[in-house]
């Protein structure tokens, strides 16, 4: 369902003080398990990933490279974006609303999405800053942390079994979850578009009352912890490159076997001193302050 376009050479165990949607963060030494990577959502500046990660993501002229076939992400967007201020168009990518005409695509899209780790280009900028503040972060969605996965899988499920008619539309929508985290971050998003996708299920009937008086539309709000992966010294840099290698390798399935879940290893808590924080991006993850003050 990937959309492409030529191109012209041209992101302790503790809990918030509020506890806002169970959001955290966790030990960068806690989230590279000896299977599935226990990290749901991470979030680091878009140019850092794309340093880890240049096989992946890399910037031509004025043009977003994502090279997926092999690996990589699914990066979700409508075709073009702003990086740090500067537009840019993007040569692989899904689209961010998708109508689905057949049970063999609604099959195909949602194999698709869940395939590899989903990419959202963000933009935000210190709280109380003017907009030449704006850095573009990347915010990754881990599906294959049985978590996430089964937020996706059941909102999948859950419409199909809710609507009457033959026509439905299921929007999945992250930005509350973002949101949150940002402002116990001292950020604040500066477009919200970008952080939701939805499908169109659309038969080919004469008529569908349910679904023209919006009674068919659903919306699944996703929640999950997220981890800030930004560091500057480079043997973290290496943990989370690590992290995302993981992530990003292609998932091979024998026997029609599900993912494998985190191990326990991956649930440990180990105590180290807090990281740097960085003031131009988000604190470095640290195993002592909790998100909010």
Same mark, same amino acid.
């Given at each position: 369902?990937?959309?492409?376009?030529?191109?012209?050479?041209?992101?302790?165990?503790?809990?918030?003080?509020?506890?806002?949607?169970?959001?955290?963060?966790?030990?960068?030494?806690?989230? =590279? @398990?000896?299977?599935?990577?226990?990290? +749901?959502?991470?979030?680091?500046?878009?140019?850092?990933?794309?340093?880890?990660?240049?096989?992946?993501?890399?910037?031509?002229?004025?043009?977003?490279?994502?090279?997926?076939?092999?690996?990589?992400?699914?990066?979700?967007?409508? !075709?073009?974006?702003?990086?740090?201020?500067?537009?840019?168009?993007?040569?692989?990518?899904?689209?961010?609303?998708?109508?689905?005409?057949?049970? #063999?695509?609604?099959?195909?899209?949602?194999?698709?999405?869940?395939?590899?780790?989903?990419?959202?280009?963000?933009?935000?900028?210190?709280?109380?800053?003017?907009?030449?503040? +704006?850095? $573009?972060?990347?915010?990754?969605?881990?599906?294959?942390?049985?978590?996430?996965?089964?937020?996706?899988?059941? !909102?999948?499920?859950?419409?199909? @079994?809710?609507?009457?008619?033959?026509?439905?539309?299921?929007?999945?929508?992250?930005?509350?979850?973002?949101?949150?985290?940002?402002?116990?971050?001292?950020?604040?998003?500066? +477009?919200?578009?970008?952080?939701?996708?939805? #499908? $169109?299920?659309?038969?080919?009937?004469?008529?569908?009352?349910?679904?023209?008086?919006?009674?068919?539309?659903?919306?699944?709000?996703?929640?999950?912890?997220?981890?800030?992966?930004?560091?500057?010294? /480079?043997?973290?840099?290496?943990? =989370?490159?690590?992290?995302?290698?993981?992530?990003?390798? /292609?998932?091979?399935?024998?026997?029609?076997? $599900?993912?494998?879940?985190?191990?326990?290893?991956?649930?440990?808590?180990?105590?180290?001193?807090?990281?740097?924080?960085?003031?131009?991006? #988000?604190?470095? $993850?640290?195993? =002592?302050?909790?998100?909010?003050?």
């Amino acid at each position: 369902m990937a959309t492409s376009k030529p191109t012209d050479g041209s992101l302790g165990r503790l809990d918030s003080v509020k506890s806002i949607s169970s959001i955290r963060t966790t030990l960068l030494n806690d989230l =590279v @398990s000896k299977t599935t990577p226990n990290c +749901e959502v991470g979030v680091l500046s878009l140019k850092l990933l794309m340093q880890l990660l240049p096989e992946y993501l890399q910037l031509q002229g004025n043009t977003l490279i994502c090279n997926n076939q092999h690996g990589g992400f699914n990066l979700f967007s409508n !075709g073009t974006c702003s990086i740090d201020g500067e537009p840019y168009n993007i040569n692989n990518y899904i689209q961010r609303k998708v109508e689905l005409k057949s049970h #063999f695509d609604y099959k195909d899209y949602r194999e698709s999405i869940l395939s590899k780790p989903m990419l959202f280009l963000i933009n935000a900028k210190k709280m109380n800053n003017n907009p030449a503040s +704006e850095k $573009t972060f990347a915010l990754i969605v881990n599906t294959r942390h049985p978590e996430i996965k089964a937020q996706f899988e059941g !909102g999948m499920n859950n419409v199909i @079994s809710s609507v009457f008619g033959e026509n439905y539309q299921l929007q999945f929508d992250l930005k509350n979850m973002v949101a949150q985290y940002l402002e116990s971050q001292n950020f604040v998003l500066t +477009e919200k578009d970008g952080l939701s996708f939805c #499908f $169109t299920f659309k038969m080919d009937v004469f008529l569908d009352i349910f679904y023209l008086f919006g009674l068919s539309k659903k919306t699944c709000q996703v929640n999950g912890n997220i981890t800030s992966l930004h560091c500057t010294k /480079p043997e973290k840099q290496e943990t =989370v490159k690590m992290l995302l290698a993981k992530i990003t390798t /292609p998932l091979i399935k024998l026997g029609g076997s $599900t993912d494998r879940k985190p191990s326990l290893y991956s649930l440990n808590v180990s105590d180290e001193y807090s990281f740097e924080a960085c003031t131009d991006y #988000f604190p470095e $993850t640290s195993s =002592v302050s909790p998100l909010t003050s």
